[in-house]
Structures are given as structure tokens and as C-alpha cells.
């Protein structure tokens, strides 16, 4: 089932549900309401017909045989008046002997047995014990009825064994009927309000979905041009932004592996090419001397071809980092001592300006060492002398390089960290790129300052590590 199907079915399943349970909840209750007020009226209509002219004092002396007395007629009479209100009553003795009812006297004369009234026997044992008790709902020819009983007392001390039986129609069951339609109806109309808000809602989630999902499709077939749409503020526009950062970031990295491509194969091409011309020289001398020379030549080609390819793999898939607590000036004293090795024979100079106390860090010490040899190596290219130094800031310790070269040009700075940015002739302009990629990989920061004071008047920047201490 898809999204679209899932979310109108949980939301029509849910409304009907709801529905449902409140009309059904509804029903009971008003059926129970109105069944009580049926019994309170039952009772009630019982005992007006009891107090009608004070029945137990007149019908307690009557016979069989008297029917044609003016008692009887008078009780029968008094019976009758109740007839708007009930559909009969009898006047009886505990053995279901009738006085006077509603009835003809000739279809139910005195002394007659109410034998139907066995059915309601618990009702009445209730109503001679307690006074009073409504029967359940029966049925006659088709119509709901129920009896309500009412004992007569004999003055105000003792209790007349006489009983009041008043039948009253239910027809609270029609409006029961009606109102279990209404609310039948008013669920199958909830229902189809909740297919069409459900159909809106879905559309309204389901849409965005299928156009971001038309958007995830082009860019898995490399149709990266076209910018994703965002969606709104909710959590489907924070996906739409997130797949938008995405694209970009996709198209800042196939520029990068092209421009990597590209750099590469012209990084390559000239240690090569000086070694095929070196080559062709080391074979056409037939000194000594001059072989052993140009084989150096040719072996430091080589080196820098190597270099470059480290650079290129460190840059492409740098190992991850092994943070261990470790003291700072350690890496950054091997990196200076290889650095001063190899700037020497130009009269350049590294300076360092450490504390005498141990600056712990948690860092990855070959990553640090190779952080501070690579921006001790673009010191010393452009400048003679580079200072580093190195003091805790607060949570953090901060690592800072700088030269006395002319700085950083104006036309860079605002790509000074992207790869294969530099204003060398030589050189793939991966350093900071690496150092920047070290410094996070290690919790830490890379920041260049234009206007911060540099002790030479060139460049500084500053690598923050967390501090172990």
C-alpha cells in the first residue's frame, strides 16, 4: 500500500473508530437515561392510578359476582380516566386475582386470574417486598411494553395485600430506532469527510514526498543543475533544505574531484616529463659524474612525484583519527626539527615559542604533526622566518604559525581552505586543505586572521585542539 493509501485508510479507520464508539457510548446512555425516566414514570402512573379515589378502601370488599354493583362501576370509572396515560391497569390480590382493571368486566370480572403476569414474577416479588418495581420490556403483537407495580397500603400502619399494575407502552424504542439511524448516518458522513480531509492531508504530504523523491532520482542520474524546491517550514521543508544542502555539497564535490582530476594529471606530467628529459640524458653521457647527477636529479623528481601522490591520498581518504591525550609541543618540535632540516640551506628559520610547561591535548599526534609541518612548510615558502606558537585558551589549546612573507592575497582569501587553491607555481594547493581537514578530524578548528598582528607582518594561522588537561 503506498503512503498516500496507508495515511487515508489510518485516517478514515481512526474517524470511523471515533465515531462509532461516541455514537455507541451515546445510544447506551440515552437509552439508559430514558429507560430510568420510563421506570420513574411507570411507578408514578401506578401509584396515581392507587390514589384515584382511595381504591384500596373500596375494592378490598368486593366479590366475584358484583360487577354490576355501583362500587365496581365506580372503581371501573375512576380506572378508566387513566386510560390517556396507560394502555391498562389491574387492581389484585398476591394470588394474581384481579378486583377491577380497565377491561370489560365481562372479558376479565372480578376474581379473575392474571396469569401473565407470571412472567413478571421477580418484578413482582420486588414490588410486594419493597413497595414498588418496574417489569422488563415485552412484547405484545409487535409493540414494546412495561408494567409498573405499585403495592396499596391499608391506611398508615399496615400494608393492604392488594398491588396497582399499570402498563404503558414503550415507545421511547422508536426514538431509540431514530436515534440509533441518526447517528449510523452521521458516522457514514463523518466517513466521508474523513476520506476527503484525509484525501487533502495526504496530498498536501504525499505531494511534497513524490517531488522530493523526483528530485532524489535526478540526482542519483546526475542531473544536479536543477535546485530542490523547499517545502514550507515543517519537517518535510527541513528535509527538502537538507536534500538541497546535499545537492550542493554533491556538486562542490564532483568540482573538486574534477578539479583533483585535473590537478593531478598536471602535478604529474611535469616530474614525469623531467624525468623522461633526464633520462634521455643519463643515456647519452658516457661520464660518470654527470650520471651520478643527473640520477639525483631524476631520484628527486621522483621524490616529488611521491609527494604529490601523498598529498592527493591524504587529501582523498585521510586516516582516521586515534584521539589520545598526548603533550603538544612534542609533534610540534618533530615537525620543526624535519622543517629546519630542509629550509636550512636557504637561510630560513624556524622559531619556537613554547611554554615550559606540557600543553596536553586530546589529538591524534601524527595527525598534529603533520597539521603544523604543513603550515610550518607554507611559512617558510613564503617568507623567511616562521614563528610558532603555542598556549591553552580556556578549554582549548591553541597552536599559531606564522611568516614574514607578503600574506595572504586578496584574490584568495575568500577560498583560502578549498582544495587546489594557491598562488604557487608549484604545488597542488592541498595544504591548507589537509591542515583543515586534520584540525576537524581531531575535534579541533583552523582559523586565519587577517587582522590579527603577526610578529613578521605576513600570515598567521591558528589550529584550537581540545585540551586533556
Do not use: C
Amino acid at each position: 500500500m503506498t503512503l498516500r493509501g496507508r495515511f487515508v485508510f489510518t485516517f478514515v479507520a481512526f474517524a470511523l473508530l471515533l465515531t462509532a464508539a461516541g455514537g455507541a457510548v451515546s445510544f447506551f446512555f440515552a437509552r439508559a437515561q430514558i429507560e430510568r425516566e420510563l421506570d420513574e414514570k411507570l411507578i408514578a402512573v401506578a401509584g396515581a392510578a392507587a390514589d384515584v379515589g382511595g381504591l384500596e378502601g373500596l375494592a378490598s370488599g368486593l366479590a366475584p359476582g358484583m360487577e354490576q354493583t355501583q362500587i365496581y362501576s365506580l372503581l371501573s370509572e375512576r380506572l378508566r380516566v387513566l386510560q390517556r396515560y396507560v394502555a391498562a391497569a389491574y387492581l389484585f390480590r398476591p394470588d394474581l386475582t384481579v378486583l377491577v382493571s380497565t377491561a370489560p368486566p365481562d372479558s376479565l370480572p372480578i376474581g379473575a386470574p392474571l396469569y401473565f403476569l407470571l412472567s413478571h414474577s421477580e418484578a413482582l416479588e420486588t414490588a410486594w417486598s419493597e413497595g414498588q418495581a418496574t417489569s422488563d420490556l415485552f412484547d405484545v403483537d409487535g409493540s414494546l411494553y412495561k408494567y409498573g407495580f405499585v403495592r396499596l397500603s391499608e391506611g398508615a400502619a399496615e400494608a393492604s395485600p392488594l398491588m396497582m399494575a399499570a402498563q404503558i407502552p414503550a415507545d421511547y424504542q422508536d426514538a431509540l430506532v431514530r436515534l440509533r439511524r441518526t447517528l449510523l448516518l452521521g458516522s457514514i458522513g463523518a466517513a466521508m469527510i474523513a476520506v476527503l480531509l484525509a484525501g487533502l492531508l495526504a496530498t498536501r504530504v504525499t505531494g511534497p514526498m513524490d517531488r522530493l523523491s523526483m528530485a532524489a532520482l535526478r540526482i542519483q542520474r546526475g542531473r544536479m543543475v536543477e535546485p530542490i524546491p523547499v517545502e514550507g517550514n515543517d519537517e518535510i521543508g527541513r528535509l527538502s533544505r537538507a536534500m538541497e544542502r546535499m545537492r550542493v555539497g554533491l556538486i562542490d564535490q564532483r568540482r573538486q574531484m574534477e578539479l583533483m582530476v585535473a590537478q593531478v594529471a598536471h602535478e604529474i606530467r611535469n616530474p614525469l616529463g623531467g624525468i623522461e628529459l633526464l633520462s634521455s640524458a643519463v643515456a647519452d653521457s658516457d661520464d660518470p659524474e654527470e650520471r651520478r647527477r643527473v640520477i639525483g636529479k631524476i631520484r628527486g623528481e621522483v621524490t616529488a612525484l611521491n609527494d604529490i601522490i601523498n598529498d592527493f591520498l591524504e587529501f582523498a581518504r585521510p586516516a582516521p583519527a586515534t584521539r589520545e591525550p598526548h603533550d603538544l609541543r612534542d609533534p610540534i618540535r618533530d615537525a620543526a626539527e624535519i622543517v629546519q632540516a630542509e629550509i636550512a640551506p636557504k637561510d630560513k628559520a624556524i622559531h619556537l615559542e613554547l611554554p615550559s610547561e606540557p600543553l596536553p591535548v586530546l589529538a591524534d599526534r601524527g595527525h598534529i604533526k603533520r597539521l603544523v609541518l604543513n603550515l610550518m612548510r607554507n611559512g617558510a615558502q613564503a617568507g623567511q622566518n616562521v614563528w610558532v606558537r603555542a598556549r591553552p585558551e580556556g578549554e582549548r589549546v591553541m597552536v599559531a604559525v606564522g611568516d614574514d612573507g607578503p600574506g595572504v592575497p586578496l584574490d584568495l582569501r575568500e577560498r583560502l581552505f578549498e582544495p587546489f587553491v594557491t598562488d604557487k607555481e608549484q604545488g597542488a594547493g592541498l595544504g591548507l586543505a589537509i591542515v583543515k581537514k586534520l584540525a576537524e578530524a581531531n575535534a579541533g578548528q583552523l582559523e586565519w586572521d587577517p587582522e590579527a598582528a603577526v610578529p613578521g607582518g605576513g600570515a598567521e594561522f591558528r589550529v584550537y585542539l581540545e585540551s586533556a588537561s
